[in-house]
């Protein structure tokens, strides 16, 4: 059978419809994989949850104070014991689920998550409370492996997609969590807010645990396992060549892990915020003692304040020896917990600073906002914890709306100008 001819007088520069179809496409043709989206859709319900269960927390933050008997200072505690387990175990989450894979590594920290809800649900003092919290801090090293999962299973050029799909859930998830915490809380009291969200998170253990298939980098390929046992290896040396790659995996992620870092970072954090809480709680104790007393008793109010400088100065130089040996620590290692040659970098550090302003704001708004809404009138608006749901949801709403939308517009301002438009929108705020 004759080839068909060749016509030599066309452009040759043109490739063959048949064989370009392989080899050329654009990016609009890429399309995500069904399993993906249902990645997608298992790891949004987690992120829904996850912002469900803080902000619901934030209209009882008053009924906390009260319950719990404490000071505005130490109340922020419930919050910021929060924010520290998250800081200090989110990279050292993200480097074990390198190592030992990231559907195992999430299991887990849903686990330990859902032991720290359940926990601060019976609290029965400030103490345990706070140190629920920080257990449920854990959770928040999810997030860095949800975002692996999302680069391995989208398309390069669809990673986008859901990233900004995972952000609008943040935003739902406080948008439900203001409305129906301020509910549970005024009805059935800030107890609930912890209870409703054990079934949730043990349901979505069970789908993660059923539906999401994660290939470990450690797991055999089918193939050579068959290849194996057709040329009769042994089974019992097989185990033990899996036992020594688990030793040298375990060797790998105490090498790669910065475990003195991370211990400095939360000594050096934990210090100054008891610092600040002394120092708040002796102030006030100052002020209440100078009104009821008068004058007639200068002297004693003056030896309780020295006797709360006593207690402040031990935590003062504690922090500051642990912030000192955290930044030897970390010019030392070779995988720091915080590279400081790329936060210091010219084209980093503006940004870092801005975002780092903007989520002290944020946060400093979420502890002072409730208690404003529901103290009584002069002093605050004298409303109840619906209110103080209600007060804070435009945020969240105005979140759920520019969350997808921020990808495109990076994509097409860039990644400062953007930050710093938003920044003056927050303070004008």
Not at 218 to 237: A, F, P, T, W, Y
């Amino acid at each position: 059978m004759k080839s068909p001819p060749r016509d030599y007088n066309s452009n040759s520069n043109q490739p063959n419809k048949a064989y370009s179809t392989n080899i050329h496409f654009s990016s609009n043709s890429v399309k995500i994989p069904t399993y993906a989206w249902k990645m997608l859709a298992i790891l949004s319900c987690i992120a829904t949850m996850v912002m469900y269960a803080e902000t619901m927390l934030i209209p009882a933050i008053p009924d906390l104070i009260e319950h719990f008997h404490v000071s505005y200072g130490m109340s922020s505690w419930i919050l910021t014991s929060y924010l520290i387990a998250g800081a200090v175990m989110t990279p050292i989450a993200g480097k074990l689920s390198d190592i030992y894979g990231r559907k195992k590594i999430l299991l887990i920290i849903m686990v330990i998550y859902a032991i720290g809800v359940s926990m601060a649900g019976f609290a029965s003092d400030i103490y345990f409370m706070i140190f629920a919290r920080a257990i449920q801090g854990v959770g928040m090293s999810m997030f860095p492996i949800a975002f692996g999962m999302i680069r391995d299973q989208f398309p390069r050029e669809k990673i986008s997609i859901g990233q900004g799909v995972i952000t609008s859930m943040f935003a739902s998830g406080a948008v439900i969590g203001l409305t129906v915490g301020g509910i549970i809380v005024q009805d059935y009291g800030w107890q609930n807010t912890f209870f409703t969200i054990i079934p949730i998170a043990i349901a979505l253990l069970l789908i993660i645990w059923r539906f999401i298939h994660v290939t470990d980098i450690k797991e055999e390929d089918q193939s050579q396992k068959c290849s194996r046992i057709l040329e009769g290896e042994n089974v019992s040396k097989t185990r033990k060549t899996r036992n020594s790659n688990d030793k040298r995996a375990f060797s790998k992620a105490s090498n790669q892990i910065d475990i003195k870092g991370a211990i400095a970072l939360a000594i050096t954090i934990a210090s100054f915020l008891l610092v600040l809480t002394l120092l708040e709680t002796s102030g006030s104790n100052l002020h209440t003692a100078s009104i009821t007393n008068g004058n007639a008793n200068s002297n004693d109010n003056l030896s309780s304040n020295a006797n709360s400088s006593s207690n402040i100065l031990p935590f003062l130089i504690i922090g500051i020896i642990a912030l000192v040996s955290f930044v030897i620590i970390e010019r030392r290692e070779k995988y720091p917990l915080v590279d400081f040659r790329l936060m210091l970098n010219k084209s980093i550090l503006p940004a870092n600073l801005i975002i780092m302003l903007v989520g002290f704001s944020m946060f400093m708004v979420f502890q002072t906002v409730p208690i404003l809404v529901r103290n009584p009138e002069p002093v605050g608006f004298g409303e109840d914890a619906i209110s103080a749901g209600r007060v804070q949801l435009p945020f969240a709403i105005v979140l759920l709306i520019f969350g997808p939308t921020s990808g495109f517009i990076v994509s097409k301002l860039g990644s400062l100008r953007p930050i710093i438009l938003g920044t003056f929108i927050t303070t004008a705020g």
